[in-house]
């Protein structure tokens, strides 16, 4: 039975591709070294639509409309600019409500694109273009430590890593954080109240990496202007000894924390990375691995969850579960010595 596999990798190659939303301008070449906050490729993007209908403002049949309409699409047009005037004693006119580009023309309609802005997409890790997506964006590749999490916020920032968890279990508050930490990426255990990411934004840091944060949180997280990455999940959850162990021992290095959106059809998952001097490329990551005794799995179901152990066997047939459920299960050695027999779903591959 193939297995999910969680990165948390001390060193490894790394490739990442950094794509637009939408069409624009890729601003860099193959083989360039980029860091983590070059602009890689940029856009227009308009957050608005309008649309006008001229033939009803004009009282007039679509057709005569069209007739009528002074611009053709891609016009790019002014704020109260003239689309339309009807013809007579007492002339009706139709004008742009702001700024904007004319996308369509026709059947007495024209659509407008508004509220334009410029997009700038950031290479986000320090590494080399090995290839280029035209009017998208680029592939980076780089080596380092990796380390995948269950959560993020959508943001992307690197600065340098600094741990103030004294221990897996820590409680990060707003206590903690003074001026000495802004502009930090910081590693702090879990959060419980908004006062302490109020207190990260008013500092400002760079990053969050956590180990869990409260579910009622999630919303407010969400509209951090800074990246945050949770690595184990919702609740009093500790950081798993794996993440915790190479994140703090990385303490002091830049690290990139790009708390990409969990998709699992896409594969996408919120990650750090650490990048780390190389002579020779490192093996490339392994996307999805095989069930098989000795593998090191991380529990995802309660009432281990978090816990990190090795397969010491994979139980033949189907296994009755506690719960009266029959499943394909195998027996964990859990790395406080005790041993657990868990469903294969409930397991991911650490590595």
Same mark, same amino acid.
């Given at each position: 039975?193939?297995?999910?596999?969680?990165?948390?990798?001390g060193?490894?190659?790394?490739?990442?591709?950094?794509?637009?939303?939408?069409?624009?301008?890729? #601003?860099v070449?193959?083989?360039?070294?980029?860091?983590?906050?070059?602009?890689?490729?940029?856009?227009?993007?308009?957050r608005?639509?309008?649309? #006008?209908?001229?033939?009803?403002?004009?009282?007039?049949?679509?057709?005569?409309?069209?007739?009528l309409?002074?611009c053709?699409?891609?016009?790019?047009?002014?704020?109260?600019?003239?689309?339309?005037?009807?013809?007579?004693?007492f002339p009706?006119?139709? !004008?742009?409500?702001? &700024?904007?580009?004319v996308?369509?023309v026709?059947?007495?309609?024209v659509?407008?694109?508004?509220?334009?802005?410029?997009i &700038?997409?950031?290479?986000?890790i320090?590494?080399?273009?090995? @290839?280029?997506?035209?009017n998208?964006?680029?592939?980076?590749?780089?080596a380092?430590?990796l380390i995948?999490?269950?959560?993020g916020?959508?943001?992307?920032?690197?600065?340098? #890593?600094?741990?103030?968890? @004294?221990?897996?279990?820590?409680?990060?508050?707003?206590? !903690?954080?003074?001026v000495?930490?802004?502009?930090?990426?910081l590693?702090?255990?879990?959060?419980?109240?908004?006062?302490?990411l109020?207190?990260?934004?008013?500092?400002?840091? !760079?990053?969050?990496?956590?180990?869990s944060?409260?579910?009622?949180?999630?919303?407010?997280?969400?509209?951090?202007?800074f990246?945050?990455?949770?690595?184990?999940?919702?609740g009093?959850?500790?950081?798993?000894s794996?993440?915790?162990?190479?994140?703090?021992?990385?303490?002091?290095?830049?690290?990139t924390?790009?708390?990409?959106?969990?998709?699992?059809y896409?594969?996408?998952?919120?990650?750090?990375?650490?990048?780390?001097?190389i002579?020779?490329?490192?093996?490339a990551l392994?996307?999805?691995?095989?069930?098989?005794v000795?593998?090191?799995?991380?529990?995802?179901?309660?009432?281990?969850?978090?816990?990190?152990g090795?397969?010491?066997?994979?139980?033949?047939g189907?296994?009755?579960?506690p719960?009266?459920?029959?499943?394909?299960?195998?027996?964990?050695k859990?790395?406080?010595?005790?041993?657990?027999?868990?469903?294969?779903v409930?397991l @991911?591959?650490?590595?």
């Open positions: 039975m193939q297995a999910p596999v969680n990165h948390i990798i060193l490894t190659s790394i490739v990442r591709e950094r794509l637009l939303p939408v069409s624009g301008t890729v #601003l070449r193959l083989n360039q070294k980029v860091s983590p906050v070059d602009v890689i490729a940029e856009t227009n993007w308009a608005e639509h309008v649309l #006008l209908d001229v033939a009803r403002t004009l009282r007039v049949h679509p057709n005569v409309a069209d007739r309409v002074k053709k699409v891609d016009d790019r047009l002014p704020a109260s600019a003239e689309i339309a005037v009807s013809k007579g004693l009706r006119s139709v !004008r742009a409500p702001r &700024e904007g580009r996308v369509a026709g059947g007495g309609q659509l407008m694109e508004v509220g334009e802005t410029k &700038e997409l950031r290479a986000g320090p590494g080399t273009i090995v @290839e280029i997506i035209a998208r964006g680029a592939v980076i590749q780089t380092g430590s995948q999490g269950v959560w916020n959508g943001r992307i920032d690197s600065g340098l #890593l600094v741990n103030i968890a @004294e221990s897996a279990d820590g409680i990060l508050t707003a206590g !903690r954080l003074d000495s930490l802004r502009g930090s990426i590693l702090a255990g879990m959060v419980k109240d908004e006062e302490t109020q207190a990260a934004a008013d500092l400002p840091v !760079r990053g969050l990496i956590l180990s944060i409260y579910p009622s949180l999630i919303q407010l997280a969400r509209e951090m202007r990246p945050i990455m949770v690595t184990d999940g919702f009093p959850l500790p950081m798993n794996a993440a915790y162990k190479l994140l703090s021992t990385n303490a002091k290095r830049e690290v924390v790009n708390a990409e959106v969990y998709d699992r896409s594969g996408a998952r919120p990650e750090a990375i650490i990048p780390l001097p002579s020779a490329n490192p093996p392994r996307e999805v691995e095989t069930f098989a000795g593998l090191q799995v991380r529990l995802r179901r309660p009432p281990s969850l978090g816990m990190i090795s397969i010491v066997a994979i139980k033949p189907m296994t009755i579960l719960s009266g459920l029959r499943a394909s299960a195998a027996e964990i859990l790395e406080n010595g005790e041993t657990v027999v868990a469903p294969l409930n @991911e591959v650490v590595g």
